[in-house]
C-alpha cells in the first residue's frame, strides 16, 4: 500500500476545513508539486485553498437570460476532474468493507475521465488498475491513463458504445482478481455526488441572487452527478433538476440511439444508480453546438470581450470548461428560458473537467471549417447560447414519463442480474435516501481504518 492507505472521509471532502492543519496544508503544496503524491487524496473537494466553492457566474450578456448560470468548476479535483470523487469513494468503500485488497486489480469501465480518476487513486494507493474504455475517445485521455500507470482494455467504438465496455467489465469480472468499480451502477457514485456535489452547490449560491437554486442540470454519464439534484430538493423543494443528452442519442427522452462526439454523457442507457424520481426535464444538445462553444470559449477571448464578458472570466473560461461543461451550460440556458427564471434566479450546473484533455478535439473541428475568423465565433456565441431555443425540452415530471424510464432501466439492467424486486425498489425516494444514509458509517469506517 502507499505511504497513506486511506484518504478522507465524505464530510471531509464536502468540508476539506475539517481536515488536520497541517494535512491540508501538505496537500495543497503537493497539488502543485507532485500530484502523485499521495496526499492529493485530501484534495478531492469542490473547495479552493480558501474553503470556497470554485465557481464562475456567467453573466446575461453571454447567456441571454436574466438568471445567473452558476457554473462549478472541476478542473480544479487532482487529475483535473470531480470524476476522481466517486472512483475515490468507490474504491475507499470497497477498502474499509475489506471488499477490495491490495492484491486486486482494479477494473474502471469509463469512456475517459472515471477511467482516468481510477488510474490516479489506484497509482496513489498502490494498486493496479485497468480501464475499460470505447476506442475512439480523445487521445489526451488514453495518454493521461498511461501517465498514471493505468492499463487500456479497449473495446469498439465511441461514447454511445458504453454498453459494450459494461459487458467486458462483467466478463472480467469472473477473474475473482478483479474488482470493478462500476460507476454506472455502484451507490459510492450516488452518495459522493449527493453528499459533496449537492452540498457544494449548496453553498455556491450562497451571496448570489436570492441565494436559492431554482434548476440544476447535468448530462449523464454515469448518472452520479445528478445525485445532486436529490440534495438540492432537499434544501430548496421548488427546484427543478435537468438531465441532459446528446441530441443525435436520445435514449432518455424517446428511446433514440445513434453516434455522438460530447465525451463523458449520453450512453444509451438509464444507468442504474439514476434517480429519475427526482429528474423534472430531459433537454437534448446537438454535439456539434459543444465543440463550437468550446472553441468560442478557448479561442474567443476578443469576441467575448467585445460582448462585455469581464476579461478575468473570459480567461477561465480558455481553460476551465471541457464539451460536457458547454453542454451542461447550453442545458442550463435552456432550462432557464423554459421556466421563465428571472433576476436573482439561479441555476447551477457543472464542468467536470477542463480544455487540458480536448486539443484533439479542437484540431478536428479546426480542420473540419475552412474558416474560423471572429466574425464566425461571434455567430456560433449568438447561436448556441444567447439565442438557444427551448425546443427539445421534455418533461420528465409525469407519470408515464417515469414509467417509461423505469422500462428503460429494466431492459439494461435485469441482464446484468439485478432482480425486478432490487429495481422496484427503487421506485421509493426511501431506497435513494437509504443509500445516502450510509454516508455516516462509511466516514466512522474511513476514520478507523486511517488510525491504524
Known amino acids: 500500500m502507499s505511504k497513506i492507505p ?9 468540508h476539506p476545513e475539517k481536515i488536520a492543519p497541517a494535512i491540508r496544508e501538505q496537500a495543497l503544496k503537493q497539488l502543485r508539486e507532485n500530484e502523485l503524491d499521495p496526499i492529493n487524496l485530501f484534495n478531492i473537494t469542490w473547495k479552493d485553498e480558501h474553503n470556497q466553492v470554485r465557481k464562475i457566474v456567467l453573466p446575461p450578456a453571454l447567456t441571454g437570460v436574466d438568471a445567473n448560470i452558476v457554473v462549478m468548476l472541476g478542473c480544479g479535483f487532482p487529475s483535473g476532474s470531480h470524476k476522481v470523487g466517486p472512483a475515490y469513494s468507490t474504491l475507499i468503500e470497497g477498502l474499509v468493507d475489506g471488499e477490495i485488497t491490495p492484491e486486486h486489480t482494479i477494473l474502471g469501465p469509463s469512456t475517459g475521465n472515471f477511467g482516468i480518476g481510477t488510474a490516479y487513486i489506484s497509482n496513489l494507493l498502490g494498486l493496479k488498475a485497468v480501464v475499460i474504455m470505447p476506442d475512439n475517445m480523445s487521445k489526451e485521455r488514453y495518454e493521461r491513463i498511461r501517465k498514471y500507470g493505468g492499463e487500456l482494455e479497449l473495446t469498439p467504438g465511441s461514447e454511445s458504445d458504453v454498453i459494450l465496455t459494461l459487458e467486458r467489465t462483467h466478463e472480467m469480472m469472473k477473474n475473482p482478481k478483479n474488482k470493478a468499480l462500476a460507476q454506472f451502477e455502484l451507490m459510492p457514485n450516488y452518495r459522493f455526488h449527493r453528499h459533496i456535489t449537492g452540498n457544494s452547490a449548496i453553498e455556491a449560491v450562497k451571496g448570489i441572487g436570492n441565494g436559492r437554486i431554482a434548476g440544476f442540470t447535468s448530462a449523464p454519464g454515469s448518472a452520479g452527478t445528478l445525485a445532486a439534484g436529490d440534495q438540492i430538493k432537499v434544501a430548496f423543494p421548488e427546484a427543478k433538476v435537468a438531465a441532459l443528452e446528446p441530441y443525435e442519442c436520445s435514449t432518455l427522452a424517446n428511446g433514440g440511439r445513434g453516434q455522438h462526439r460530447i465525451e463523458g454523457i449520453g450512453d444509451k442507457m438509464c444507468t442504474l444508480i439514476h434517480n429519475v424520481l427526482t429528474t423534472d426535464f430531459i433537454i437534448l444538445i446537438e454535439d456539434e453546438e459543444t465543440v463550437q462553444g468550446l472553441k468560442v470559449f478557448h479561442d474567443g477571448t476578443d469576441v467575448l470581450l467585445k460582448m462585455g464578458v469581464d476579461p478575468e472570466l473570459a480567461k477561465v473560461l480558455t481553460y476551465a470548461v471541457g464539451p460536457s461543461g458547454i453542454c451542461n451550460i447550453i442545458g442550463a440556458i435552456k432550462l432557464a428560458k423554459h421556466m421563465r427564471f428571472g433576476p436573482g434566479d439561479n441555476v447551477v450546473t457543472i464542468a467536470t473537467d477542463g480544455f487540458d484533455r480536448y486539443d484533439s478535439v479542437l484540431a478536428d473541428l479546426n480542420h473540419r471549417y475552412l474558416e474560423l475568423t471572429d466574425t464566425v465565433l461571434n455567430r456560433w456565441t449568438q447561436d448556441i447560447f444567447i439565442r438557444a431555443s427551448e425546443e427539445n425540452v421534455f418533461d420528465a415530471r409525469r407519470s408515464d414519463a417515469k414509467e417509461r424510464l423505469f422500462r428503460q432501466k429494466e431492459s439494461d439492467w435485469l441482464k446484468f442480474g439485478y432482480t425486478q424486486e432490487y429495481l422496484d425498489g427503487m421506485k421509493e ?22 488510525g491504524k
Not at 6 to 14: R, S, V, W
Not at 435 to 449: G, T, V
Open 429 to 450: 425516494q426511501g431506497f435513494w435516501d437509504a443509500e445516502y444514509a450510509k454516508i455516516e458509517p462509511y466516514n466512522a469506517k474511513i476514520l478507523a481504518q486511517r
Open 6 to 14: 486511506f484518504g478522507p472521509t465524505y464530510d471531509e471532502m464536502l
